[in-house]
């Protein structure tokens, strides 16, 4: 059964609570944006380019995280 929790964790180089932590905090991220996509539908001259910008960062992360384990 523990397999079903390690196996994608390990195949990235990771164990289960630091992929846990750093998926938990992409989710957070991407929450925060959620946000202020709504408030940028709402009111188009706030967060202009907020989540184009972060979203280019976070791909970046996930490039070179993805680059480290290789």
């Keep these: 059964m523990s397999n079903l929790f390690t196996k994608h964790p390990k195949s990235v180089g990771e164990n289960y609570f630091t992929h ?4 938990f905090s ?6 925060v ?17 907020a989540t184009s ?3 280019k960062q976070m791909n ?3 490039q070179q995280r993805k680059n480290k384990r290789l």
């Design 60 to 62: 970046e992360e996930m």
């Design 33 to 49: 944006l959620i946000l202020k996509i709504l408030a940028h539908a709402i009111f188009p001259f706030i967060y202009k380019d």
């Design 53 to 55: 910008s972060k979203i």
């Design 26 to 31: 992409f989710c957070y991220q991407l929450l």
């Design 20 to 23: 846990f932590a750093k998926a």
